[in-house]
């Protein structure tokens, strides 16, 4: 199956409308896909993934790595996220991380919701 892709959110906007909107600078959080897995798309330097654990014991979470001009690998992770704790990864660079433009990543439990965000 095709894996579930999140939508980035931007981030970095230097002169928002003023007054920022209620709930307009809030993360929408997603719970990790377990079967299918989850991807974005990857901005080089740009895309960064945040993890948040609301259960009540650690998940795992891993970022799947992609060869490299080096033909290198490497996954980051899997990563042990405690419970009620928030990760970041990333600003991701294209080498190493680009799967046809995307960036893949998993979690080994729903309990885990998934945030990208795209830096202008």
Known sequence: MARTTLT?????????????AASSADLEWIPANIVDKNDAALVSGKTIL????????PHNVTVT?????FNRTGDLGPYVLAAGKVARF?????GGWDHAGRLQFEADSADVELAVVSIL
């Open 8 to 20: 980035a959110q931007l981030l970095g906007i230097s002169y928002p409308v003023l007054p920022i």
């Open 50 to 57: 945040f993890a948040r654990n609301v259960g009540a014991t």
């Open 65 to 69: 790595s992609a060869v490299d001009s």
């Open 90 to 94: 990333g600003p991701f660079l294209s």
